[in-house]
């Protein structure tokens, strides 16, 4: 399932300034992904600008833990840093295919586009190599839109989504899970982006 833009920029509207971005602001070697160019256009994940310096910093979806940052488009390849390469473009990474592209990032725990065929998959960091990811999403849209609802659903909730140890409780966990739902069509659906993101898990 695709999920339109127009139904995706209102879900990440809370989470930082969204502004139209060209495809000329891509710092890449390779054309950038038709899906992605779209998403900047259309979208744009800017976030604030706390430091002239630094610049726009993206998009911090808070949905429990450390937030999933989303860069604007010209930092979006520097963020590969890490993952593609170290340090520069010339020092490539063993293993990390070619045809992936870190689009989001929880903490050090990337969300990686397959240039191939345009589905999200999700990777936890710390195991000193990211060849197991889980798929996460059929599509772009459908994944930063399930982050985003994620996100939206644990903020209404507030204060009262954890117990008294701060670990979240079943009927916040469930009612996200609900929400989920209603966005992607499907229950099965959202348990297993759930489950694939290790979301509370």
Do not use: C
Not at 77 to 87: M, V
Request: charged letters at 15%.
């Amino acid at each position: 399932m695709v999920a339109p833009f127009d139904r995706l920029r209102p879900l990440l509207a809370p989470w930082g300034h969204l502004q139209p971005q060209p495809a000329s602001d891509w710092q890449g070697p390779f054309p950038l992904p038709a899906i992605v160019e779209a998403f900047y256009r259309e979208v744009g994940p800017w976030g604030e600008t706390w430091h002239a310096s630094v610049g726009p910093v993206g998009l911090a979806i808070n949905a429990g833990g450390n937030p999933v940052d989303v860069p604007p488009l010209h930092k979006l390849w520097a963020r590969q840093d890490g993952y593609a390469w170290s340090r520069n473009p010339d020092n490539p990474i063993k293993g990390w295919p070619a045809h992936w592209l870190v689009i989001a990032q929880e903490g050090a725990n990337p969300f990686i586009l397959d240039r191939n065929d345009g589905s999200v998959w999700f990777d936890m960091a710390g195991r000193g190599n990211f060849n197991d990811p889980n798929r996460f999403a059929d599509d772009l849209p459908t994944a930063l839109g399930a982050i985003a609802t994620v996100a939206n659903a644990l903020a209404a909730l507030g204060d009262d989504a954890l117990d008294d140890t701060y670990e979240l409780k079943a009927s916040s966990r469930a009612q996200v899970a609900h929400v989920l739902a209603a966005f992607t069509g499907s229950e099965a659906t959202a348990q297993g982006m759930l489950q694939a993101w290790r979301w509370y898990l």
